[in-house]
């Protein structure tokens, strides 16, 4: 019941507007159901051997055109109104869903896939909506009907009642055998549509690797079979929908067979009226609508299960990162961070990536880290804003221990270059505003200047409000480096990560951005993850880490003199350049 009440709860904030759907559902329905009593009226009284009485016609159709009238306000508002509160459920949910994933730790996306997710943020929530709207609505609208017209009909004649009612449990019980298979159907086509997703957003993110290295087929290949398998799942669940269908429409069929049999045998005891027996048979059709109401609901009620349990499954997930009960906001920092005995590994299985790692950096120090891929230097820095947690130990800033401080609070103090810039689609200004929301323009154009960037932006069109295209792609590597430098200038952090990117950059470019960066890092304590070594011959110290922790540190002289990890590595470089 869990997982219901958590649904139910959705309707709390449109508590109004679900009552006001179900009673203008209710009076749509009694209007319907008007109808044939109106014209068992006629048939009986209206019309006699002695003639048409013109004003019972009259009455008769003054009424029908108020009931026509009652039955359209009510449908339009069940229609309208109705759909408008599904859709805010649905969107209450995307944007819990989407807050949810936001505070998820990179762990979980490191073993998540992105396709995934879009569909459970987009396809699975769609299903839900129609089952918010439609599922009290049409039980309501099915409730009335079915028991309106046994009320009426019993009243009319009971046998004839009592061989539709026979007829109606045998029809309800093939509904709900099939229903279920149909769940099952309908849980492996969201599946196999969101391998689709995953495989198109895979593709189309990597198109230029794909185009570079000739691969279309390739991908066309893999495209191929998860859409085959969207196929396959697709062909079984309709071939239950067809049985489902198929059977109910027989059902129906049925029921007028049997009525008309046992009317024709009444009306030939005497035991009932013609006029009667037409009133039976429009409300055999009455009842069809709330049967495929039924019909419509149990498949919306299928679909909507599958997608919730795939958004509770997801809004299960607990971020192994939070805020303590007793965490603290962190200000005035002045930027010591010390690590004390940190061990680092991904999986309680796998091995330690990092090994009781003592190190401390004072206010204001440039700290290199170098050492060969697979040592943990891109880990030990993202230990630091708590992308991780550490396996043991701790890290203080400040000396406090960072998980006693509020997540927002510590990352708003620490300012990230990365590696790999990621740039958003949108404009220059807007994607250097996303270090301070509230900026001004004045603000960004001076951030711009700091990090050399503003002469390029000037020479676009547009200037800042030029259009960088999906993750930057309209710019040159060095142009991105320095917007996401000066993204760092605008936060203004006492603490800065650079993830160095500039192995890739032609020798201009990463003179500009090595400038750009020895300015952002006056006057904060910084950690550079080092790949080409000779840009980090003014780090105060270097951190040489190996697979056993840290090797060496010292200045780049003295670990040159010393002839160590450090001498080997430099050498190694400094050799391949002069080749």
């Known amino acids: 019941m869990d997982p219901f009440r958590k649904f139910v709860a959705y309707y709390k904030p449109y508590k109004k507007a679900l009552i006001a759907d179900l009673f203008f559902a209710s009076l749509a329905s009694a209007a319907v159901l008007a109808f044939p009593l109106l014209v068992n009226r006629i048939t009986e009284y209206a019309i006699s051997d002695e003639g048409v009485a013109t004003d019972m016609i009259v009455q008769m159709a003054g009424m029908f055109l108020l009931l026509m009238v009652v039955e359209y306000v009510s449908s339009f508002y069940t229609d309208y109104y109705g759909h408008v509160m599904g859709a805010r459920i649905e969107s209450d949910m995307r944007n819990d869903l989407f807050s949810h994933l936001q505070k ?12 995934q997710l879009m569909s459970r943020t987009t396809n699975d929530l769609f299903d839900i909506s129609e089952l918010a709207h439609h599922g009290p609505e049409d039980i309501m609208i099915s409730l009335v009907r079915i028991v309106g017209s046994f009320i009426i009909l019993v009243n009319i004649n009971g046998t004839l009642t009592l061989t539709i009612f026979l007829i109606l449990p ?12 149909m769940k099952g159907a309908l849980k492996k086509n969201k599946e196999r549509i969101a391998e689709v997703n995953e495989q198109l957003e895979d593709s189309l993110s990597g198109i230029r690797v794909v185009q570079s290295f000739a691969n279309e087929s390739v991908e066309m290949s893999k495209f191929r079979r998860s859409n085959a398998r969207f196929l396959e799942s697709r062909r079984q669940g309709y071939f239950v929908e067809a049985l489902f269908f198929n059977g109910l429409t027989g059902f129906i069929s049925f029921i007028h067979i049997a009525v008309v049999i046992v009317g024709a045998v009444l009306i030939g005891n005497h035991r009932l009226q013609l006029n009667e027996l037409i009133t039976f048979l429009l409300y055999i059709a009455m009842l069809v609508d709330p049967v495929r109401r039924l019909i419509n609901f149990t498949q919306n009620l299928q679909n909507g299960i599958a997608g919730f349990e ?3 499954e997801t809004m299960a997930v607990k971020s192994d990162i939070t805020d303590a009960p007793d965490a603290v906001e962190i200000s005035e920092v002045k930027g010591k961070v010390e690590f004390r005995g940190v061990g680092f590994q991904y999986e309680r299985e796998s091995d330690c990536i990092l090994n009781r790692i003592q190190l401390t950096a004072n206010p204001g120090e440039y700290v290199a880290l170098v050492g060969p891929s697979g040592v943990g230097k891109t880990t030990l820095c993202s230990l630091i804003p708590r992308f991780y947690e550490v396996s043991e130990g701790a890290i203080l800033i400040d000396d406090v221990d960072i998980r006693q401080l509020k997540l927002r609070s510590l990352r708003a103090n620490i300012g990230i270059v990365q590696q790999d810039v990621y740039l958003f689609a949108g404009t220059i200004k807007e994607n250097i505003r996303y270090g301070k929301p509230d900026a001004t323009d004045a603000e960004i154009v001076e951030a711009a200047k700091q990090a ?8 676009l069109p547009g200037g800042y409000d030029a259009y960088v295209g999906q993750r930057g792609v309209k710019l040159s590597g060095g142009q ?14 006492a603490i800065l990560i650079f993830d160095e990117a500039t192995s890739a950059l032609d020798n201009e470019s990463e003179r500009v951005v090595q400038e750009s960066f020895e300015h952002l890092a006056k006057n ?23 697979e056993q922790g840290i090797a060496e540190e010292g200045t780049h002289a003295k670990l040159l003199e010393r002839g160590g990890l450090y ?12 080749a």
């Open 480 to 493: 991105r480096q320095r917007l996401s430098i000066a993204r760092v200038f605008l936060r203004d952090p």
């Open 524 to 546: 904060r304590t910084t950690f550079v993850i080092a790949h080409r070594l000779s840009t980090i011959r003014n780090a105060h110290r270097i951190i040489v880490l190996s």
């Open 310 to 312: 795939r958004f509770m």
């Open 452 to 459: 050399n960037a503003h002469d390029f932006i000037m020479e």
């Open 104 to 115: 998820l730790s990179f762990r979980y996306y490191d073993n998540t896939r992105t396709g």
């Open 170 to 181: 045998v029809m309800i019980l093939f509904a709900y055998h099939f229903s279920m298979k």
């Open 567 to 578: 001498a080997k590595l430099y050498q190694m470089q400094f050799s391949q350049v002069l």
